[in-house]
Every structure is written in structure tokens, then in C-alpha cells.
């Protein structure tokens, strides 16, 4: 373990993969993370790390962000970055006829979770801003302060984190805010250093991906019920998930 990078003395990180809507799932995790952190008596200080893409295709995408936005628990500081949903859900915002494209991507599921009807057909020229305006009024203040407060990325000892990934050679102070959303490759595959072991999201798969460049912990919490955390405290690394049932998807 030696070798492994690490983070500042006395810093407990736990970084959580991509949420989707699955709040019975965070909270079941945030639980985990605060009995786990406890046994950490000689850690000063107390790090959560969210990876972004916290609404869409899951139920209960308000309650995810009311939890984000003033629900975390006590004793520890966050640092919520930007996913490529919260990206859809923020240009609908700015521009209506954005909506097919979040629509296809999950959006309905945010909307109902806003008590916003959905049904209207998204062809239709008055949809876009009816919905609009409909979901504008049902977000509480709080939430849209919170999503327009999220990073792109942080750093923390020998680890970035990030949504999707980085563009490999290019130096990390220049990379592309849409490739940090959405890129997978060729970063998936790609054996170059980056300088930090990248911590990401965005690439769901059943179990988290460790490379000697890059963590993968999207779990496809929506799918799989497994929502994942990384922790790392001085150089160790561990993971702690959950053992949920896979919602029903309303995308």
C-alpha cells in the first residue's frame, strides 16, 4: 500500500458514484459512511465527495437533492461537483427546447418527482415552456442554489475527482467541461498517468473499476440497487455500498 497515493494526515474522504434518484439508497449509504467514520477516531477531518448525476431515471430525485442541499449529515464538509444530468436539467432551465433531449434521457422521473406532470407532448410547440415554467415554480430556491453551486472537479491529495473522466493529454487545468461530463473514451482505456488517480462516475457497471490511473464507482445504483463509496483515508482504500433493490426505471 505504500506506493498508493494518498490524501492529507488526518483527512477521512468518501467519495459516492453517480445517485439517479435513488434517495432510499443514499441515505441507506450515508448511514454506512457516518458508522464507518466513527471508527476513525484519529481522522480531524471528515470529507463527503459527490460525484454528480444525482437526478433522473430513479423516484425520488427531489428527495436526493433536499438531502444534498441540507440533509448530510453533521461533522462533515461536501464538496458536490457537476454530473451530465444535472447539466440537462440546468439547460432546460435556460433554454426550453432543450426538453426532448432531458426527456430521453430520464427527465420524467424528475419532473413527477417535482409534482410536475410530464404528459404533455414534448412536440408540441407550447410544451417546452409550459414545463418550463411549471418545473421553475416547483423547484425550491435551495435546490436551484444548489445545482448552480456544483463543481467540476476537486482535487484532494493524489486524487481528482470528476464525473465522466478526463481527456488524456491534456493538462487538467485545460480540459474541456464537456469532457469532463461525458467523456469515456478514450479515457476509459487509456493506461497514460494523469498526474492523480482519477476518481469518476458516469460508466455504470456492477462492481467498482480499479486502475492503476483511475476508480470507477458508478455501481448503476438505479439499476442495481448498489450505491458505492470510496473511501480513503491516509493511503488505504476500501469501498462501502449498499444492499438495496433495483427501482423500477421511469425513463
Known amino acids: 500500500m505504500a506506493d498508493l497515493p494518498s490524501v492529507p ?3 477521512l474522504v468518501y467519495a459516492v458514484g453517480d445517485i439517479h434518484g435513488r434517495s432510499d439508497l443514499l441515505t441507506e449509504l450515508l448511514r454506512k459512511i457516518e458508522d464507518d467514520a466513527a471508527s476513525h477516531v484519529s481522522a480531524t477531518r471528515r470529507t463527503l465527495v459527490f460525484l454528480g448525476d444525482y437526478v433522473d431515471r430513479g423516484p425520488d430525485s427531489r428527495g436526493v ?15 458536490a461537483l457537476k454530473g451530465n444530468h444535472e447539466w ?9 427546447k432543450a426538453l426532448p433531449l432531458w426527456l430521453y434521457n430520464g427527465a420524467a422521473a424528475t419532473l413527477a418527482s ?8 414534448p412536440q408540441a410547440d407550447s410544451a417546452p415552456d409550459v ?35 478526463v481527456r488524456p493529454g491534456v493538462p487538467l487545468d485545460q480540459q474541456d467541461p464537456e469532457d469532463l461530463l461525458w467523456i469515456r473514451e478514450p479515457f476509459l482505456e487509456t493506461r497514460e498517468s494523469f498526474g492523480h488517480i482519477v476518481v469518476h462516475g458516469h460508466t455504470p457497471g456492477t462492481e467498482p473499476v480499479v486502475r492503476k490511473n483511475r476508480i470507477c464507482i458508478d455501481t448503476g445504483a438505479c439499476m442495481t440497487g448498489r450505491l ?13 455500498t ?6 423500477d426505471r421511469r425513463d
Do not use: K, N
Open 114 to 121: 417535482y409534482g410536475v406532470p410530464s404528459s404533455v407532448h
Open 88 to 96: 440537462f436539467l440546468l439547460d432546460f432551465l435556460e433554454h426550453p
Open 65 to 79: 437533492v433536499e438531502i444534498l442541499s441540507s440533509g448530510l449529515p453533521d461533522g462533515f464538509d461536501a464538496i
Open 228 to 240: 458505492t463509496a470510496l473511501r480513503l483515508f491516509a493511503s488505504e482504500r476500501a469501498f462501502l
Open 9 to 11: 494526515e488526518g483527512r
Open 242 to 247: 449498499t444492499s438495496g433493490d433495483p427501482a
Open 131 to 165: 414545463l418550463r415554467e411549471q418545473f421553475a415554480a416547483a423547484l425550491p430556491s435551495s435546490h436551484r442554489s444548489f445545482l448552480a453551486s456544483l463543481e467540476m472537479t476537486a482535487v484532494i491529495g493524489g486524487y481528482l475527482f470528476v464525473h465522466a473522466g
